[in-house]
Nanobody, 118 residues
Framework: QVTLVESGGGLVQAGGSLRLSCAAS????????MGWFRQAPGKEREFVAA????????RVANSVKGRFTISRDNAKNTVYLQMNSLKPEDTAVYYC???????????WGQGTQVTVSS
């Protein structure tokens, strides 16, 4: 059974930093792209960042550009999201997911809460 487990969330003041991790178990995803998404209360889930299977072509949403960085370590079957200069509007539950062969995302984790206070 495939499992993704996010960790690293928490409460931080505006301007602070957090590093989220997403560890995969059950199978390797070293041949799959990975992505981070977030969902704030009362809002739709939105794309945050993605990275190719080999660590190439990292990209982030315009709303976090220059502040967030995605990376991965295939030896550890883990993908990371470094979040700097956090803003209250970054408050959300953050999820990781695997990009499948049909280019949709699946195998969602349970999410990790990020709360940024002003």
């Amino acid at each position: 059974q495939v499992t993704l487990v996010e960790s690293g969330g928490g409460l931080v003041q505006a301007g602070g930093s957090l590093r989220l991790s997403c560890a995969a178990s059950g199978r390797t995803f070293s041949n799959n792209g990975m992505g981070w998404f977030r969902q704030a209360p009362g809002k739709e889930r939105e794309f945050v960042a993605a990275i190719n299977w080999d660590g190439g072509f990292p990209r982030v949403a315009n709303s976090v550009k220059g502040r967030f960085t995605i990376s991965r370590d295939n030896a550890k079957n883990t993908v990371y999201l470094q979040m700097n200069s956090l803003k209250p509007e970054d408050t959300a539950v953050y999820y990781c997911a695997v990009r499948k062969v049909d280019l949709t995302y699946g195998y969602w984790g349970q999410g990790t809460q990020v709360t940024v206070s002003s």
